[in-house]
């Protein structure tokens, strides 16, 4: 078994930690919610459904398959429905399928839920956009990107980084699982 805690601040230490063994409850509030690993490998998981706001974005039909990656930095899925989904939030398209969004507009953009196992796993707006700053400049970038994987691995989402922050993530073999609880 083993933990993953990645910060929100960039700047605060330590800026994540990897519990080997087991879990360091200060990094996490509430209780662990797992999900049972479907296909060994890549720790695939079932994801029932994704919606933007209150309204299910109907990416998930019938259900599909998910992996929570620390080597993906994005929430990457589907093209198709990335690109829909990021013209739900508002993103415009940038750069080798990476999307922006005016840094005023965060106010008024949609929370984002993920629902696993019966539970929602939601991000905000602060939680999914990254604001990179460089010379003076600020720009908001959209957390989710395309990617359409072959067809014996596809598709998939890939719940990365932008997710972990938000969700201290635990990975236990044992138990064929990987939970997850807000990261404090």
């Known amino acids: 078994m083993f933990g993953v805690y990645l910060s929100k601040d960039p700047s605060k230490s330590p800026g994540g ?4 063994g087991g879990t360091d409850p200060k990094h996490y509030t509430g209780d662990l919610k ?20 209150d309204t ?7 259900g599909c398959s998910a992996i929570c990656d620390t080597g993906t930095s994005l929430i990457a899925g589907p093209t198709a429905n990335i690109t829909d989904l990021n ?10 399928g990476e999307y922006w969004v005016p840094c ?3 106010s008024s953009m949609p929370d984002i839920s993920f629902e696993l196992s019966g539970s929602k796993f939601t991000l905000k707006p602060d939680d999914y956009i990254l604001k990179v ?15 359409d994987l072959p067809p014996e691995i596809g598709p998939l989402w890939i719940l990365g980084d932008v997710f972990i922050r938000s969700y201290y993530t635990v ?14």
């Open 133 to 147: 700053s460089q010379l003076n400049e600020t720009i908001c970038l959209s957390g989710f990107l395309g990617i």
């Open 56 to 62: 299910a974005a109907g990416y998930c039909s019938g």
């Open 104 to 106: 005023s507009k965060l």
């Open 17 to 20: 930690e990897l519990d080997l």
């Open 87 to 96: 013209n739900k939030i508002g993103a415009f398209p940038l750069i080798h």
């Open 34 to 53: 797992y999900v049972n690993v479907t296909k060994k490998g890549y720790w695939q998981f079932d994801m029932s459904s994704v919606s933007v706001g």
């Open 171 to 184: 990975f236990d073999r044992d138990n064929d699982r990987v939970g997850f609880a807000t990261a404090a």
